[in-house]
């Protein structure tokens, strides 16, 4: 049986891109998995390295919890916890940092941009840089490795840190006489999500927190048709025909159903006014995401319920994690 895990660090209630671009995807998929076991987990201790504030940190867990909750995660499929509750990944994180070369965390992309930029400001490359962001890939190679993972779905900013993941655990496996038919850690693989379309922001760029064109996932009705109403577009008349590349339609296809789809693609033939679309949008999208904003309304005003399912979460996590933490322990000779 096949295990599949992922992490998703606590940035707060995402946009509408985060949710067709990843968490709509990785729902789909462990909805999808047939005898597999799968774990999704709140990577909270990932987030330390620039949530400062115990405020800010409760608000994001539980932001982020409640979110995957309205957004169906399957909690009978799949094991869903607070990396913070499973201390058996930290107890690995140290074990491991033993075997990582510094070497492969000076190769690693975000450590690496982070040094880069502080170079190009003309500062010391360091200031930036505390020990939890440099070592961020050994305490994710523990998340992982802790529960004998084959494969983590990831987007492509994440792949080199699965990849580092593999060479920490073959360094394990040899230096402490792992063989390959008794491998004392199981080596991953990274499952790259395929590319699902760019989502378009308000002013037709990617939907991005950093560019501030994103439209709330769970915005209220009026705030929604705020949003939508101000999604830009140009001065064509109404009367004119309208590109189908065009972001406003690119965002009805998603909400919409396809003989939806059908009609609207007749209506940009042959003439359309924007306000006319827009309406439009705004009722198919607030159509779909009433009934998750109602959940993630109820689960925020209920989170005795979400601390509840956590908790039975990170006991089989727990559970889990104990016994590869057995192995390791042996090999290493603490047990
Ligand atoms: N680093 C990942 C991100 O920023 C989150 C993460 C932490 C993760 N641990 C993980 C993802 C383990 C997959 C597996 O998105």
């Not at 913070?84 to 074990?95: G, W």
């Amino acid at each position: 049986m096949k295990t599949i895990l992922t992490g998703v660090k606590p940035t707060g209630v995402p946009h509408i891109g985060n949710y067709f671009g990843a968490i709509k995807p990785a729902i789909d998929s462990t909805n999808e998995l047939r005898g597999a076991k799968s774990y999704l987990f709140i990577a909270d201790y990932h987030a330390l390295t620039t949530v400062k504030s115990a405020a800010e940190m409760n608000q994001y867990v539980r932001e982020i919890a409640c979110t995957w909750l309205a957004c169906g995660l399957d909690i009978k499929k799949t094991v869903f916890y607070r990396q913070s509750d499973v201390p058996q990944i930290f107890e690995l994180s140290t074990i491991l940092t033993n075997v990582t070369p510094k070497g492969l965390m000076n190769r690693a992309h975000a450590y690496k941009a982070i040094v880069q930029a502080a170079i190009d400001r003309g500062v010391d490359p360091d200031v930036d840089v505390n020990m939890g962001l440099f070592t961020y890939p050994i305490l994710m190679s523990a998340d992982i490795l802790a529960f004998d993972t084959d494969l983590v779905p990831v987007g492509r900013d994440q792949q080199q840190h699965v990849e580092i993941t593999v060479d920490i655990a073959k360094a394990f496996n040899a230096v402490y006489g792992g063989s390959d038919d008794k491998k004392i850690l199981t080596i991953p693989q990274p499952k790259i999500e395929k590319s699902v379309a760019t989502i378009p922001g308000l002013d037709g760029r990617k939907m991005s927190k950093s560019y501030g064109n994103q439209i709330p996932l769970f915005a209220n009705s009026n705030d929604l048709k705020k949003c939508i109403m101000r999604i830009t577009t140009d001065s064509t008349a109404p009367t004119d025909p309208k590109p189908t590349d065009h972001p406003l339609f690119e965002m009805y296809k998603l909400f919409a159903n396809p003989s939806e789809i059908e009609f609207m693609t007749n209506k940009f033939a042959n003439g359309v006014g924007w306000g006319d679309v827009k309406t439009e949008l705004f009722r198919v999208a607030d159509r779909t995401i009433t009934p998750m904003r109602e959940r993630f309304e109820y689960y925020m005003n209920n989170y005795e319920l979400v601390e509840k399912i956590l908790a039975d979460g990170a006991k089989s996590a727990r559970k889990k994690a104990t016994e590869t933490l057995s192995r390791v322990r042996l090999a290493i000779g603490a047990l």
